[in-house]
């Protein structure tokens, strides 16, 4: 079965940090961009950050600028997303999810991506 499993959500204080995990099994993704997406409630999936297959090129929300990371370790076909100076906005549930193929500049288009993981509750508190 392939699949996206994140962890590493939980509830921190605004200016504090979390690191999300993506690992995925079932197929090795390391020639696939990957990407990391949110949604709040009762707004749209937004995207967050993206990284190319390998890791060379990197892509980031204007929101998460400065503030976020992402990188991939292809060995462990894991993805992380490093998240600091929390901010109350960026409370979301978290998705990891991997594309058709590398997609290079398309990576904040969330239709390039077929695999989707089931979510990461992120909750910052003011």
């Known amino acids: 079965q392939v699949q996206l499993v994140e962890s590493g959500g939980g509830l921190v204080q605004a200016g504090g940090s979390l690191r999300l995990s993506c690992a995925a099994s079932g197929r090795r993704f390391s020639r696939h961009t990957m990407g990391w997406f949110r949604q709040a409630a009762g707004k749209e999936r937004d995207f967050v950050a993206g990284i190319s297959w390998s890791g060379g090129r990197t892509y980031y929300s204007e929101s998460a600028k400065g503030r976020f990371t992402i990188s991939r370790d292809n060995a462990k076909n894991t993805v992380f997303l490093q998240m600091n100076s929390l901010k109350p906005e960026d409370t979301a549930v978290y998705y990891c999810?991997?594309?058709?193929?590398?997609?290079?500049?398309?990576?904040?288009?969330?239709?390039?991506?077929?695999?989707w993981g089931q979510g990461t509750q992120v909750t910052v508190s003011s």
């Open positions: 999810a991997a594309s058709q193929g590398d997609i290079a500049g398309q990576a904040m288009i969330g239709r390039r991506y077929d695999l």
